[in-house]
């Protein structure tokens, strides 16, 4: 057992808890934060996505000790103030989802790729969200997603 | 001419769509058990009556006919909103949202007026599941006549209300209105949240598709929010007070059983519960770490018996024919045998599709709660009352003391009519007295759920120089009856599918057999074209004469610009369509291979699509595209690897699926014809994919590929 502070969301909590712990185990058990999926357990298929300082980080590969102190985003964290981010609006107006399992994963990819790159080509989002997998094959409409965020993000839509 | 077939829809119901034989057998002995509650067997014949009775009453308990009362589909409360009842269930096909706009269009009634009570068995008329592409043809008139009825009903209701005559009130944005527009009232002022109690009259008529105004139209994804916000609870994220964590021990290889075993070290893990019942042995813990943990103590021996490997696995299937003990179908039309043995163009080949696994991003997942001798679980399954009769067998309590609920769903295709993970959740619930969740890790998914029947298909075929096929002869062993038939117009024709036992699990999966069908059936037919020297849509055209076919292949042909490609070194062009349940594909690739490294990659995927009237074109091009990005792995690369009773490549590191850079340039006709009945699209437009990417290989290598994945390691592998 360990104790340990983890920062989601802008919320701090305050855990003591076996320090194997995966980081998705802990958010979506402990937390109840469920946004977050497992998929696969070995960071092959991005469903468990999160943000841990400004990073895509694959949350069921991640000890969630060793996330302890950072700031850490995920998919419940997006909506601020009844608003969606960009992406999660493009998700919607793009129709890009089936059964959107891989949607959370795929939305906390797209906003990371989207910070470090403000107007990416479709090659380099397709290289960039390449380890997320949509079973469904909606990939061509999330493509489309990403492209249009941001368009919307360009106007200092936030 | 005989056809023993009954229909290829008929075997495929029966023998890969449902039969199941329980998954767990609890606390009395196997002899006892068959006694009280029959066999598979019996099970089998009591779905099959279920399948010509699609939806409605209980298949016990004599509730045999669909309830045609409208408040069995349909109440409106005191506010206004509307909400609807069917056990269909949501999994990404977007029936949510195409069965809301048939209320929708009926009721006049805004989008989101309306809410879809899905696959809750306490809630919704029985349903046999979702599956074989039924809402869209069978759900969604059903829902059409229900939302007609309380429409007449309202009218009437609000001409007595409002002493006004019938032909003077209209309906429009959930309410009754009087055509001078002084006088209105809402649904909900009219009804006051009282059930609609009256019979769907079997006259109702309902809006003809070519006057739809919400049906037919591209609205939104009715729950969209929830799902871009993580907010939607999945089976996996539903949690109750008190919940434990479920693991379950696995056998080390399929048909092993378990010795002994020693649970001492198990028991002292805390936290953990151990459940030992028969061969069931698991571990409920107060986290999913403990749960893991107790299990991991647990010492357990196992006998295990010798496995088919996979390189055995075709020839197995060929000599051991029949071994099911069921009797192969077969039709037959004409005299092969006399055409074959004078034809100008005879060719015989064999072709051969692997096992594959539907790989649901959401594994297996189901919460069981006990309260009062009645048993509750959330999971995520396609047959939710289907499931709630394997609860009711495994612990032998009636069927009105279980309730299923399946909340929308992490996707299924075909991979989720069981109910092994309810069962291990409501036993180790039982045992431990508080609710438990159980979650398939996905090594476990991609092991002990079912497989899409690998086969071997054997075609041989008579045709005269100028591309009249004249003999059609074609044995599919072990892999499914779906479409197998051939569209083609062949005046002599042998077409037998072969049961044969097999050595994995294998059930259900998107278009069933038709994959492996259209792949072996069209793949001959470019090799035809090729041997004729026809061009292969003309050879195609010539032998047939299904219109709505034909429209398909030339309506793909034309937006693919067949036969005006500029060729190019390493590059090539195939095809490949037909029909199943109902609707009508073709699909036109190009490939490009390069040789030196083997690397072959889809560059552009040209499909024309058909399935009657279009209900909602924007989701309809989804699962078009959906199902032929699916196709790309069962084409190219995916296969499942086995032996020694173990399955060899059970995680996503070694089983590869299509991902982004694996998408070609799309396109998509949709042929919307508002004359003709809608029917399923969410499985047939796979079909065409794998054999249009298999002849446009052999255009672009000359090497001609006849089994399915086409290049799991490139082509260098793949053989001449």
Partial sequence: ?158 | MTNQLDSDAAIELERYELAESPAYLFEVDRREFFKLFGCGVLVGLALKRGAAQESGGGRRGGRNSMPQDISAWLHIGEDGGITVFTGKVELGQDIRTSLTQAVAEELSAPISSIKLVMGDTDLTPFDIGTFGSRTTPGMAPQLHRAAAAAREMLLDLAAAQMSLDRPQLTVTDGKIVDKSGKKSVSFGALTKGQKLVKTIPAEITVTPAREWKTAGKPVAKVNARELVTGKHRYPSDVKRPGMLYGKVLRAPAFGASLGSVDTSGAERVKGATVVRDGDFVGVAGITEQAASRGLSEIKAEWKTTPQISQSELFQHFTRKTDASGERSSRFTQGSVKDQMSSAEIKLEASYTVAYIAHAPLEPRAAVAEWASDKLTVWTGTQRPFGVRGELAQAFRIPEERVRVIVPDTGSGYGGKHTGECAIEAARLAKASGKPVRVVWTREEEFTWAYFRPAGVINVSSATQKDGRITAWEFHNFNSGGSAIRTPYDIANQIIEFHPADSPLRQGSYRGLAASANHFARESHMDEIARRAGIDPLELRLKNLKDARLRAVFEAGAQKFGWGKQKRSQGRGFGMGGGTEKGSYTATFAEVEVDRSTGSVKILRAVTAFECGAVVNPDHLKDQVEGALIMGIGGALFESIDFGGGKILNPRFSRYRVPRFSDVPVMETVLLDRKDLPSVGAGETPIVGMAPAVANALFDAAGIRVRSLPLAPNGIKDAGK
Avoid at chain 1, 51 to 59: A, D, K, N, V
């Fill in chain 1, 1 to 158: 057992m360990a104790a340990f502070e983890l920062n989601v969301n802008g919320v701090t909590h305050r855990l003591d808890l076996d320090s194997s712990r995966s980081l998705l185990s802990v958010l979506r058990d402990e937390l109840d934060l469920t946004g977050s999926k497992y998929g696969c357990g070995e960071g092959q298929c991005g469903a468990c996505t999160v943000i841990i300082e400004g990073q895509p980080t694959r949350s069921c590969v991640t000890p969630a000790s060793s996330a302890a102190g950072k700031k850490i985003v995920t998919i419940e964290g997006l909506e601020k103030n009844g608003r969606l981010h960009p992406l999660q609006q493009a998700f919607i107006d793009a129709e890009a989802m089936q059964c959107a399992y891989c949607t959370s994963g795929m939305i906390m990819s797209g906003v990371a790729l989207l910070n470090r790159n403000a107007n990416p080509d479709v090659r380099e989002i397709v290289q960039s969200m390449e380890g997320n997998m949509c079973r469904c094959g909606t990939y061509p409409r999330i493509v489309a997603a990403v492209q249009r965020a941001a368009q919307s993000m360009k106007g200092g839509a936030r």
